[in-house]
């Protein structure tokens, strides 16, 4: 089987928007055909998600206001991966700030690339068990509700479409895999 190249290479690039979270670029390109095209895509600096599962088989999920789509969504705990952190802290930091637990066990499931047609960020998913309650320390303007749900009824919520948002839906779907030793 003979490999064809489809690598583009770049041959300019411009930042057009440096925001505090995402940077936006333009990129003039050399097509593997030899011709030149732009591409245009957000530089994400990642993030972690975290199943957090309870001894008995709950989940501990949030509900937040998610302003571009200007409506709440419950989504597992996740955050902002911060410039040199590794995943493992990151997800360890997170749990505590959003919701205020701390896990004992701490297992990676995957990293998936949501947005490639646009965006370079990826999201890390670790599983976490043996939680125990602490306090949290949210951003100034974070502002979310903790849920304790049983994995069935949040998988209830999947299929009605209660939850809908989309690194919940991957990660549940994982667990589920995991949970009756698919995967």
């Not at 998600?49 to 309870?54: D, M, R, S």
């Not at 919940?168 to 995967?183: A, C, H, R, S």
């Amino acid at each position: 089987m003979t490999t064809t190249t489809l690598t583009e290479t770049e041959l300019a690039s411009e930042t057009v928007f440096k925001g505090r979270l995402m940077h936006v670029k333009c990129d003039r390109v050399r097509l593997p055909n030899g011709g030149e095209s732009t591409r245009e895509y957000i530089i994400h600096p990642g993030a972690v998600v975290i199943i957090p599962l309870f001894e008995n088989g709950d989940l501990l999920l949030e509900r937040q206001h998610r302003y571009p789509l200007r409506r709440d969504f419950i989504e597992l705990p996740a955050g902002k991966i911060d410039s040199g952190e590794d995943d493992l802290t990151c997800a360890k930091r997170e749990l505590e700030e959003e919701t205020g637990y701390t896990a004992a066990e701490w297992r990676e499931v995957t990293t998936i690339y949501p947005c490639i047609g646009y965006s370079d960020e990826r999201l890390a998913f670790y599983l976490a068990r043996g939680l125990t309650p602490g306090n949290y320390g949210r951003d100034p303007d974070e502002f979310l509700e903790i849920l304790r749900v049983p994995f069935g009824e949040a998988m209830d919520w999947l299929r009605s479409g209660k939850i809908c948002e989309t690194k919940t839906v991957i990660g549940l779907f994982w667990l589920e895999k995991m949970l009756n030793q698919d995967w």
